[in-house]
């Protein structure tokens, strides 16, 4: 076990609270000691739902262990049926409940309730959240889905598909799936089951009524949608729609199965992603160094948009998601590098730094590194923070997600664009510090009235412990010259000329040396 400041996922139970707090009618009583119950916060505090996870915590306490935890357990689980009468039940421990063997299915079983009772056991010392969440939903979709519904026939009828992945917490999982149910209905196809989010244990019970299955979050409904192919013969899609060219290949793929024309949903340019790659602007994106690092559903994806519809160079590509390492690992060779797997925030800053990213597309942390290093980023995984979950409408899946990644992907560019340009004119007669905006007159505007007061430009200083004592006053003029989110770069650049030429001192024409060598 390390101990670290941050860490990308929680342990599985959590992953399994997400799955039932996205669920109607089911009850989750987790056997955890007092101090184990924070993660109510997770939804209030961060995703900002409006009423608790349905939880029920024994919250034990030190002078209990002495005594009978598993009647404190049995009691807890007694309690929560006579007051929420949930239509099922899912039982389990924390990871430091599970130190104690105390075994809730079996105690839950032995108190013979009305409902079905489904025991997890997750490791806690070995898996994490996202694998909590997954075996949680196959757990319950193989306890709860039933024989096999004969779907009624094809002929005079439209085709049903089930949506699975969605849970809660999840990064935008709310706005994707209104653009994937509005692609469905486009293409005449309707929805079954929605699973887990907004899914009850009864609507489980229905999902083999559906010809085939769409899996949006692989992390999380892989498992379950294998156990349906292979319980229901359902078929599954599993190309994840993020980016203009994965939804038109999910549209392409959902369409087939469910034996429909996908030309009119495809037609009529439905992103603004494809016309600005083409536009003359977009060229000053092209090429631009990227790291990118995420769940691996994210991760993939957007290493995908960013080198396919968007020209930048993926120079870094990694996940936390080890089981879905072997994916990552092949599409970071189709980029000629090596995929960065692991779950320690320090080996991520380190190869961000290594690979001298121009941009970061990742988690929270990732953001805190950027910041730290000087490089622009932007969100495009969990885990995230509450500004991650925005009230307005936010999707990443389907065209319309397609557009919020250009804004998402794009503009931390852009605007640093922009701040390097008002940094190049700071010295000149209009836009110098203590000017009048040049729309007014000196004394004031045509109709007399007093002239609006100076626009104060302050430009941002480079941490202190950023500035190397090597380096001449005059040079670290010069490089301030240089835009800021390429300033680190160049910087790096420098240092690493010097030190192979042991220079002890790094003056303008160093910088210009190290320019012309690494600009060959």
């Known amino acids: 076990m390390q101990l670290t400041l941050w860490t990308y996922e929680g342990p599985p139970h959590i992953g399994a609270m997400r799955v039932a707090t996205a669920m109607r009618g089911l009850h989750y009583v987790l056997h955890a ?231 009119p949903v495809l037609a009529g340019a439905p992103s603004r992603l494809p016309w600005y790659s083409r536009s003359v602007d977009s060229t000053y994106l092209t090429g631009k160094r990227v790291f990118v690092f995420g769940d691996a559903t994210h991760a993939l994806a957007i290493a995908r948009v960013a080198a396919a519809e968007l020209g930048f160079k993926v120079v870094g590509l990694g996940t936390y998601t080890r089981e879905f390492a072997r994916e990552v690992r092949a599409e970071a060779a189709l980029h000629g590098i090596e995929a960065t797997i692991t779950d320690d925030y320090l080996d991520v800053e380190a190869a961000i730094q290594s690979a001298q990213a121009e941009l970061v597309l990742g988690t929270q942390m990732e953001r805190h590194v950027a910041k730290r290093l000087g490089v622009p980023c932007a969100v495009i995984s969990a885990p995230m923070h509450v500004q991650d979950f925005p009230a307005r409408h936010s999707p990443q899946m389907g065209f319309e997600g397609a557009n919020v990644l250009f804004d998402t992907l794009v503009h931390p560019l852009m605007m640093g664009l922009e701040e390097h340009l008002l940094g190049m004119f700071r010295e000149d007669a209009e836009f110098r510090d203590g000017a009048a905006p040049s729309h007014l007159t000196r004394h004031g505007t045509a109709a007399g009235e007093p002239a609006a007061p100076a626009i104060e430009i302050t430009p941002t200083a480079p941490p202190p412990d950023a500035i190397p004592a090597a380096w001449e006053a005059s040079a670290e003029k010069e490089l301030k010259k240089i835009p800021f989110f390429v300033r680190g770069k160049a910087r790096a650049n420098t240092e690493r000329f010097a030190r192979e030429r042991a220079l002890s001192r790094i003056t303008v024409e160093t910088l210009y040396d190290a320019k012309a060598h690494f600009g060959r």
């Open 33 to 263: 000691p007092q101090g184990d119950t924070y993660a109510d916060l997770l939804f209030t505090m961060i995703e900002r739902r409006d009423a608790r996870p349905p939880v029920t915590y024994t919250t034990f306490q030190a002078r209990d262990l002495g005594a009978d935890t598993a009647a404190i357990f049995q009691n807890a689980v007694s309690e929560a049926y006579a007051r929420f009468r949930p239509e099922a039940m899912i039982v389990g421990a924390s990871c430091t409940a599970e130190l104690i063997q105390d075994d809730p299915g079996g105690l839950a079983r032995a108190l013979d309730l009305p409902i079905p009772v489904i025991p997890l056991e997750l490791p806690a010392y070995q898996k994490k959240e996202n694998w909590g969440a997954s075996e949680t939903f196959y757990r319950l979709v193989r306890a709860l889905a039933g024989p096999k519904v004969e779907p009624a026939p094809r002929e005079g009828r439209r085709p049903r598909c089930n949506i699975l992945g969605p849970t809660a917490l999840g990064f935008r999982h709310r706005d994707d799936l209104v653009e994937i149910e509005k692609l469905m209905a486009a293409l005449g196809i309707d929805v079954n089951v929605v699973a887990p989010w907004g899914a009850s244990p009864a609507d489980l019970g229905r999902l083999g009524a559906a010809d085939f299955n769409v899996v949006l979050y692989p992390e999380i409904a892989r498992a379950a949608a294998q156990h349906l192919q292979k319980t229901f013969g359902q078929p599954m899609v599993e190309t994840v729609p993020i980016g203009v060219g994965a939804t038109t290949r999910f549209v392409e793929e959902v369409a087939a199965l469910a034996d429909v024309d996908p030309a």
